[in-house]
C-alpha cells in the first residue's frame, strides 16, 4: 500500500515506529502512543484509517488536547490578554493563510492550531462583556468534543438515536417551565435565535394560510405583523425572507424603560384592520438586545387572544431566567405564548451554538415544513417514526446542539443554573450601584437593571461641565467607541457599545460569565476611567 506525501510523491507506508515516531519500545511499530513524533515527516494520510496510523492518530490528537488544555487554563488566568489584537490587513500579512495544492506536514498543522487560538478572543475570560454570548462551561465544552466525534446528523432517529432522544427530553422540560401544561407541544433546535424567530413567523403564517406552502404569497391577502421598535432586527429579516417584506412589520412604541406599550398596540392592530391589512403574528420580548427589557406580556397576551393573532415571545436573553425563582416572574405571560425562542448559548452559558423554537402546538410544525422525501423518512421502519424529527425543519443537515444542554443540565441541575443566573443579576445590580451616582457616569435609564444589561455613558472630565445640548451629545459620542478601541488594543477587557434612537453611542455592559466576579466589574470601571480620562 502506498499513500501520498509531500508534492504528491508516492512514499511506501510504513509504521508508526518507523516514520516520524520514535520511543522507548523494542517493537519496530508499538502502540504505546508514548513516542516523540516527528511531525515535519508526517502527514494527514499518516491518521487513521492509515494502516498502523493509530499511534501517530493518538500522539497527534493528544498534541491537540494539549494545545487546547494550555487554551482553556489561559482562559480564566486575569493576568493574561482577552484579545490579541492586530488590523485584518496586518494578521493577513502576518501569515500564510492561503490553500495550497500540497500537503501541509502535521507540524504546520499543529502551528495552524496554536495561531488561530493565539488570536481568538478568550470569550470565557472573567473580563469578557462583549456579547450576549460568553463564558466556557467545562462539562459543555467536553460535550461539544463528544458530539463532534460522533459526527452525526439529527434527522432522524436512524442516525442519531441517542440525539435525538435527548432533543425530545430536553425540549418537554423546557415547555414545562414555560408552563404549558405537561411539557405539551413541539419544538426544535435550531442554528441561533434569528432562525427560531424565522420558524415562528413561518408556523404563525402556515397556522392561518395553510394553502401558502403550496400556493405562496400570492394567494394571501396583506399579512401584517407587529413588534417592539427594540426588538431584535430578525424580525424583519424573517420577514424579509419569507416574502412578507420589512414594510409589513409594524414597530409598536417601547416606554422610557424599552417594554412594548401595549395601548399602540391595540391602536396600530386597529388601524391595520382597517386599512384592509391582516394581522397575523406579534412578536413581544423577553430580554431586550440594548436595555434588556422585559415586554408585558400577559397584556400582550389579552390583545392576541382578542384579535386572534399568534403571540410569538423572543425569550433568546431572557428565557434562562426561567431557571431562576427569584427572576422568573419577568416571563409571567410566556405561557399564553402560541411559540418561544429561547437561546440557552446566551444567558445559561452553553456552548454555542444552541437556540430552540418552542411551539405550543404540536404537530404544526410538521404539518407546515414536511416535504416527505422519501430516501430519507421512509414510512415502514421497523421503529416509531414520530421520532424522526427532521422533515419538520426546514434544514435536512442538522447539527447535533442538544448534547452540550443536556449534559451542562445533567451536571448543574436547574438549581446550577438558577444559582448561575441569579450571580450575574446581582453582579449587574453591583455595576449599576456603584456608578449611578458616581461622578463621571450617566445612566442611560433609570433603575435597577431588569436583566443584566447595564447601559451608561462615561463622560471625561473635559465634558462634565458642559451644558447638555447637541454639541456634547455629539462629542460624547466619539467617547464610547474611542474607550473600546483602546480597550482592544490594550487587550485588557471587552464591553459593547451602540447608539439607540436619539441616544448617542454609550456602553452596553452585559453580564452572563460565570467567570466573572466582584473584582472584574471593579476592574472594569477603573480601566474605562484610564483609558478615558484624556478624552
Request: aromatic share 10%.
Amino acid at each position: 500500500e502506498k499513500s501520498s506525501g509531500p508534492a504528491g510523491k508516492d512514499k511506501e507506508e510504513l509504521g508508526a515506529g518507523e516514520k516520524g515516531m520514535a520511543c522507548n519500545c523494542d517493537t519496530k511499530a508499538c502502540d504505546c502512543h508514548k513516542g516523540q513524533a516527528n511531525y515535519s515527516l508526517l502527514y494527514s494520510t499518516d491518521l487513521l484509517p492509515s494502516k498502523n496510523g493509530e499511534g501517530v492518530t493518538m500522539t497527534f490528537l493528544q498534541d491537540v488536547i494539549d494545545i487546547l488544555l494550555q487554551y482553556v487554563v489561559q482562559t480564566f488566568d486575569r493576568s493574561t490578554k482577552v484579545i490579541d489584537f492586530h488590523y485584518p490587513n496586518e494578521l493577513l500579512q502576518a501569515y500564510n493563510w492561503e490553500l495550497s495544492e500540497q500537503p501541509q506536514s502535521l507540524d504546520g498543522i499543529l502551528l495552524n492550531c496554536k495561531t488561530s487560538l493565539k488570536y481568538a478572543i478568550k470569550t470565557g475570560h472573567p473580563r469578557y462583556f462583549n456579547q450576549l454570548s460568553t463564558g466556557l462551561d467545562m462539562v459543555g465544552l467536553a460535550a461539544d468534543w463528544l458530539t463532534s466525534t460522533a459526527n452525526t446528523n439529527m434527522f432522524t432517529y436512524e442516525i442519531a438515536p441517542v440525539f435525538v432522544l435527548l432533543e425530545y427530553v430536553t425540549l418537554k422540560k423546557m415547555r414545562e417551565m414555560i408552563g404549558w401544561p405537561g411539557g405539551s407541544g413541539d419544538g426544535i433546535f435550531s442554528p441561533g435565535g434569528a432562525i427560531s424567530n424565522l420558524y415562528a413567523m413561518l408556523i404563525a403564517r402556515f397556522k392561518m394560510f395553510p394553502e401558502v406552502k403550496e400556493k405562496g404569497m400570492a394567494a394571501l391577502p396583506r399579512l401584517v405583523a407587529f413588534t417592539s421598535e427594540h426588538s431584535h432586527f430578525s424580525v424583519k429579516k424573517g420577514a424579509a425572507a419569507l416574502g412578507i417584506g420589512t414594510d409589513s412589520v409594524i414597530l409598536i412604541k417601547a416606554d422610557e424603560r424599552g417594554k412594548l406599550i401595549p395601548s399602540d398596540l391595540e391602536r396600530r392592530i386597529i388601524e391595520a384592520k382597517q386599512n384592509g391589512y391582516v394581522p397575523f403574528f406579534v412578536s413581544a420580548t423577553a430580554g431586550t438586545t440594548v436595555y434588556g427589557a422585559f415586554d408585558p406580556l400577559i397584556s400582550i397576551a389579552d390583545i392576541c387572544k382578542k384579535y386572534q393573532i399568534w403571540m410569538h415571545v423572543d425569550a433568546a436573553w431572557g428565557g434562562g431566567l426561567l431557571m431562576s425563582r427569584k427572576h422568573r416572574w419577568k416571563l409571567n405571560g410566556a405561557d399564553r405564548a402560541n411559540s418561544v425562542t429561547w437561546n440557552p448559548h446566551k444567558m445559561m452559558g452553553v456552548p454555542l451554538q444552541c437556540s430552540a423554537l418552542l411551539v405550543r402546538e404540536e404537530g404544526l410544525m410538521q404539518n407546515c415544513n414536511q416535504m416527505h422525501a422519501s430516501y430519507l423518512f421512509h414510512q415502514d421502519k421497523h421503529y416509531d417514526l414520530s421520532y424522526d424529527t427532521g422533515d419538520k425543519a426546514l434544514q435536512c443537515g442538522r447539527h447535533v446542539d442538544i448534547f452540550k444542554l443536556w449534559l451542562m443540565w445533567r451536571a448543574k441541575g436547574t438549581t446550577g443554573f438558577e444559582a448561575h443566573i441569579d450571580k450575574c443579576l446581582e453582579l449587574s445590580e453591583y455595576l449599576y450601584n456603584i456608578i449611578k451616582n458616581r461622578e463621571g457616569y450617566e445612566m442611560v435609564i433609570e433603575g435597577k437593571p431588569q436583566h443584566t444589561n447595564v447601559c451608561f455613558w462615561y463622560v471625561p472630565p473635559s465634558l462634565r461641565n458642559m451644558e447638555d445640548n447637541e454639541e456634547k451629545m455629539n462629542r460624547l459620542s466619539k467617547v464610547a467607541p474611542t474607550i473600546k478601541a483602546r480597550m482592544m488594543e490594550y487587550g485588557t477587557t471587552m464591553v459593547s457599545y451602540q447608539p439607540h434612537g436619539d441616544k448617542g453611542n454609550f456602553f452596553r455592559m452585559v453580564i452572563s460569565n460565570p467567570a466573572a466576579a466582584h473584582q472584574d466589574i471593579d476592574f472594569l470601571i477603573e480601566e474605562i476611567e484610564r483609558l478615558g480620562q484624556d478624552l
